[in-house]
């Protein structure tokens, strides 16, 4: 017998223990305008999420233009009911959702607990360890502003950047390669067992060879986003932790994004895994553990971060690279990154995921969406063409990394926002 889907169910069951979301905006209205759904500004809308205007976690949001009453409604509704179920199936202690539009956020959700030991309740200023989103929010964004001001051109050689890797066939790697999981380096290398010291670490890193011929497959590859890391940083001249804070985190408000948090803020930090390696509980350091070998900062994890901060971040890629008069990244570049590049291999952009029917995506999106998942249980989605974005933070490894139910809320919450969008009720 086939075991039900109990996240699609609460799509069909609709909200439960609290009444909907609160809203003030008249109908809706869709334009199709150049082939591009938008949101019509009808009025503004000032939407409050939570099961009720007291509830813990919850804030009055500023309006968004083009969003209705009714939307809001359906959207606070679908996206409640999903974590909800979530929680009911224990897929995660707490999470913290948030759905927005270029021009700021429309809901936001918390649910659960940050730990069984810390009932605090998830909301837009928790800190998250996002795990892989480091690749997305950390490295990818300082290649695109690379390339974007020359100083990095994507078909060159990485050794051309970082000549300390010299390793048997890097020569023949390219920044397109490393950035599209094409490269032929392998999946991954367990650093943190074969070094004590970053150090050694990075020795190790630079001994490693691709196994196979560059751009013949698609290889998921922490290793490959460590080099690209380093190549920042050799480009640069400045370490990682330090660019990204300068010329990304800084400049577009995200306060709370961070490398290495200090440990005032671990009351606000979900903890994640009971570690086996580590022998405790892990709250406040980098969860991977090659990022943590190589000193916690590393191009494929290490970033903590906030929803509040996230949904800037969001909103700056909906805005082509600009947020509150502030141009971040060049609008050509964030073009050429979110771009699916050889679909004969993957349907991967630069560093980016685009949808591919069976990914965290779900089946709603539209072609032109990209989006990154974390091991921990982030996730963030964007699609220009419909003008949303779906942000989803969890500790789903807590207490451990084999519950792995995240899958399912993910592509559930992403079909349910742009079903409520699109005029979807939830019953």
Same mark, same amino acid.
């Given at each position: 017998?086939?075991?039900?889907?109990?996240?699609?169910?609460?799509?069909? #069951? +609709?909200?439960?223990?609290?009444?909907?979301?609160?809203?003030?905006?008249?109908?809706?209205?869709?334009? /199709?305008?150049?082939?591009?759904?938008?949101?019509?500004?009808?009025?503004?809308?000032?939407?409050?999420?939570?099961?009720? /205007? %007291?509830?813990?976690?919850?804030?009055?949001?500023?309006?968004?233009?083009?969003?209705?009453?009714?939307?809001?409604?359906?959207?606070?509704?679908?996206?409640?009911? *999903?974590?909800?179920?979530?929680?009911?199936?224990?897929?995660?202690?707490?999470?913290?959702?948030?759905?927005?539009?270029?021009?700021?956020?429309?809901?936001?959700?918390?649910? =659960?607990?940050?730990?069984?030991?810390?009932?605090?309740?998830?909301?837009?200023?928790?800190?998250?360890?996002?795990?892989?989103?480091?690749?997305?929010?950390?490295?990818? @964004?300082?290649?695109?502003?690379?390339?974007?001001?020359?100083?990095?051109?994507?078909?060159?050689?990485?050794?051309?950047?970082?000549?300390?890797?010299?390793?048997?066939?890097?020569? $023949?790697?390219?920044?397109?390669?490393?950035?599209?999981? @094409? @490269?032929?380096?392998?999946?991954?290398?367990?650093?943190?067992?074969?070094?004590?010291?970053?150090?050694?670490?990075?020795?190790?890193?630079?001994?490693?060879?691709?196994?196979?011929?560059?751009?013949?497959?698609?290889?998921?590859?922490?290793?490959?986003?460590?080099?690209?890391? /380093?190549?920042?940083?050799?480009? #640069?001249?400045? $370490?990682?932790?330090?660019?990204?804070?300068?010329?990304?985190?800084?400049?577009?408000?995200?306060?709370?994004?961070?490398?290495?948090?200090?440990?005032?803020?671990?009351?606000?930090?979900?903890? !994640?895994?009971?570690?086996?390696?580590?022998?405790?509980?892990? $709250?406040?350091?980098?969860?991977?553990?090659?990022?943590?070998?190589?000193? =916690?900062?590393?191009?494929?994890?290490?970033?903590?971060?906030?929803?509040?901060?996230?949904?800037?971040?969001?909103?700056?890629?909906?805005?082509?690279?600009?947020?509150? +008069?502030?141009?971040?990244?060049?609008?050509?570049?964030?073009?050429?990154?979110?771009?699916?590049?050889? @679909?004969?291999?993957?349907?991967?952009?630069?560093?980016?995921?685009?949808?591919?029917?069976?990914? #965290?995506?779900?089946?709603?999106?539209?072609?032109?969406?990209?989006? %990154?998942?974390?091991?921990?249980?982030?996730?963030?989605?964007?699609?220009?063409?419909?003008? *949303?974005?779906?942000?989803?933070?969890?500790?789903?490894?807590?207490?451990? $990394?084999?519950?792995?139910?995240?899958?399912?809320?993910? !592509?559930?919450? *992403?079909?349910? *926002?742009?079903?409520?969008?699109?005029?979807? !009720?939830?019953?």
């Amino acid at each position: 017998m086939t075991r039900p889907d109990p996240y699609r169910s609460a799509l069909l #069951s +609709g909200p439960s223990g609290c009444g909907a979301a609160f809203t003030n905006a008249p109908q809706h209205v869709f334009l /199709k305008r150049r082939a591009v759904w938008m949101f019509a500004l009808v009025a503004t809308s000032g939407v409050l999420i939570g099961c009720a /205007k %007291h509830q813990p976690g919850s804030r009055d949001l500023p309006p968004v233009p083009g969003i209705a009453r009714q939307q809001a409604l359906r959207l606070g509704d679908s996206v409640r009911a *999903v974590l909800s179920r979530a929680i009911a199936d224990s897929a995660f202690p707490g999470a913290y959702a948030a759905v927005g539009t270029a021009d700021g956020v429309i809901v936001e959700y918390g649910v =659960g607990r940050l730990d069984a030991a810390d009932g605090s309740r998830p909301s837009a200023t928790t800190i998250w360890d996002l795990a892989s989103l480091t690749k997305v929010i950390g490295t990818t @964004s300082a290649m695109i502003q690379l390339v974007g001001s020359g100083r990095v051109a994507l078909d060159s050689p990485v050794v051309r950047y970082l000549p300390a890797w010299k390793a048997p066939g890097a020569d $023949r790697i390219t920044v397109r390669h490393l950035l599209s999981h @094409s @490269s032929g380096m392998p999946a991954w290398r367990a650093l943190y067992k074969e070094a004590s010291t970053p150090e050694e670490a990075e020795q190790q890193l630079f001994a490693t060879s691709p196994d196979t011929l560059p751009g013949v497959r698609y290889v998921y590859s922490d290793l490959g986003f460590i080099l690209l890391g /380093k190549l920042v940083e050799g480009v #640069s001249g400045e $370490r990682l932790a330090s660019y990204d804070s300068a010329h990304i985190f800084s400049p577009l408000g995200m306060r709370e994004t961070r490398y290495l948090p200090p440990a005032a803020l671990l009351p606000r930090i979900a903890p !994640t895994e009971q570690d086996p390696w580590r022998q405790r509980k892990v $709250r406040g350091e980098v969860h991977d553990e090659n990022a943590v070998r190589l000193g =916690g900062v590393s191009g494929h994890a290490g970033l903590f971060s906030t929803g509040q901060d996230l949904a800037r971040f969001a909103r700056l890629y909906l805005n082509h690279g600009t947020l509150d +008069g502030v141009r971040v990244f060049d609008s050509s570049a964030v073009a050429v990154f979110t771009r699916m590049q050889d @679909s004969t291999i993957s349907r991967r952009a630069l560093g980016w995921e685009t949808p591919t029917g069976g990914n #965290s995506a779900g089946s709603r999106l539209s072609s032109v969406s990209f989006g %990154h998942t974390g091991f921990t249980g982030t996730s963030l989605w964007m699609d220009p063409a419909q003008g *949303v974005f779906v942000l989803l933070l969890t500790n789903r490894v807590n207490p451990t $990394r084999e519950n792995r139910k995240i899958g399912g809320v993910r !592509t559930v919450l *992403v079909d349910a *926002v742009v079903g409520a969008l699109r005029g979807a !009720t939830v019953r």
